[in-house]
């Protein structure tokens, strides 16, 4: 057995992407007990830092301790009973997941659907909204799926409207597009480190609205072994123990009330990823990742390749092309990870294939990794038979630097 020393990569997919050394070196630190005075000032402040992140004042602002999935997971096993109707938007296959997870916690689940490469019309949502009474909708704001970006804010104002709850994941947008928690009517909201944020994969940011919590506090169970007299018991049991954010709230809140022991070491990492980002300014990163985005889409535009999907609801992080006819999509993948130790990405379902992913977010959504994917993409598709212009990528990408 040899020691872990993986091969260096460029990260430039979809995610996850390379964690900012400053994110690797807090992952660094040493382990506190879980009680410890110390530890508890870290989970306070990445809390208060969190909801700058999220833009909101949530009280009920935490960390679940899993992937983004885990966030996802916990955010609607806890709102949802049996029984009770959501409707979810789908415009990717992140949409497929929500309606999954919604239907293995019991819930009669409708969906309103957008093609592969466009989003969910508004006024659509108002009319599924009216035909089904939902208790919740769900959405993705960010599906790296198609790349594209939901707008949200005007489904928050029909939510808002029709006194239902909305929950949004946005693991793949939040830091590198807009979003403003409060100011759009979102009530619960998940997240990953692994995109923007510029972190490994491994911990959910987390914020609740008080319409939410007043949902989750509704459903309160304590464990027997920690209750204690006065304890409530409310409503149906949340389904998952681990999950159960009415006991993570607690956990989190005043009581401390044990639930489960801290993933330390990435709580440091998820409050520097938080601490670095409100450190730089929402909106400084937001157009940090405009910028970088464009340059990339400018540059494979040069390189002839054709962007997919409807341009104005593109995400800022991620875009996606179509594989040239006649071109091996995963060759090409191949060629850049072997030669130039460069990673992007291909897709799920009806894209599978047809398209590759090229990402600039977080720590790599920064001039050098977008020009050098560029140089060493151009090279790749001279080898697989197409005829870029020589150096038209990364001039073209020069030039949106340039102003």
């Given amino acids: 057995m040899q020691p872990v020393n993986p091969p260096p990569r460029l990260l430039m997919g ?16 040493t382990l506190v007990g879980q009680y410890d005075a110390a530890m508890t000032a870290y989970m306070g402040e990445t809390q208060s830092l969190y909801r700058q ?7 009920a602002t935490v960390l679940v301790d ?56 508004p006024a659509e949502v108002e009319r599924a909204v009216l035909r089904t009474r939902p208790k919740l909708v769900a959405t993705v704001q960010g599906d790296t799926s198609t790349t594209m970006c939901q707008p949200l804010a005007e489904i928050g104002e029909i939510c808002r409207r029709h006194d239902v709850l909305l929950y949004a994941d946005v ?8 979003f403003e928690m409060d100011g759009w009517g979102v009530d619960a909201a998940t997240a990953g480190l692994q995109k923007c944020l510029a972190g490994p994969s491994g911990s959910a940011p987390l914020s609740l ?8 506090r509704g459903r309160s169970h304590v464990e027997a072994g920690i209750r204690e007299d006065g304890d409530p018991e409310r409503g149906v049991r949340i389904a998952s123990n681990y999950f159960d954010l009415a006991m993570v709230l607690d956990y989190w809140g005043p009581r401390r009330l044990n639930h489960h022991t801290e993933a330390t070491s990435m709580l440091y990492a998820a409050h520097e990823c938080a601490r670095i980002l ?8 937001v157009a940090r990742h405009r910028l970088h985005g464009q340059a990339l889409l400018a540059g494979v535009e040069a390189l002839g390749l054709v962007l997919f999907g409807d341009r104005r609801h593109r995400m800022h992080n991620v875009l996606a092309v179509e594989i040239p006819a006649g071109v091996d999509g995963e060759a090409v993948r191949s060629a850049l990870l072997a030669d130039y130790g460069i990673e992007i990405g291909t897709s799920f379902g009806p894209l599978r294939g047809r398209v590759w992913r090229i990402g600039t977010m977080g720590y790599n959504a920064r001039r050098d990794a977008v020009l050098v994917t560029l140089a060493a993409l151009e090279q790749v598709l001279r080898q697989a038979g197409c005829s870029p212009l020589a150096g038209a990528g990364v001039a073209a990408a020069r030039e949106v630097y340039a102003g």
């Fill in 53 to 59: 992140v999220f833009r909101t004042g949530n009280d």
């Fill in 171 to 178: 693991t793949a947008s939040l830091g590198g597009n807009a």
């Fill in 209 to 216: 609205s008080s319409r939410a919590v007043d949902v989750i």
């Fill in 14 to 29: 979809p995610g996850p992407i390379n964690a900012d050394p400053r994110v690797l070196r807090a992952m660094s630190a």
């Fill in 278 to 285: 409100v450190e730089e300014g929402l909106d400084a990163a």
């Fill in 66 to 121: 899993g992937t983004a999935r885990a966030g996802i997971e916990a955010a609607l096993v806890s709102l949802l009973e049996p029984g009770d109707r959501v409707l979810v938007l789908i415009f990717g296959r992140f949409g497929h997941l929500l309606t999954e997870i919604a239907a293995r916690c019991g819930a009669e689940v409708h969906a309103v659907e957008a093609p592969w490469g466009a989003v969910v019309d």
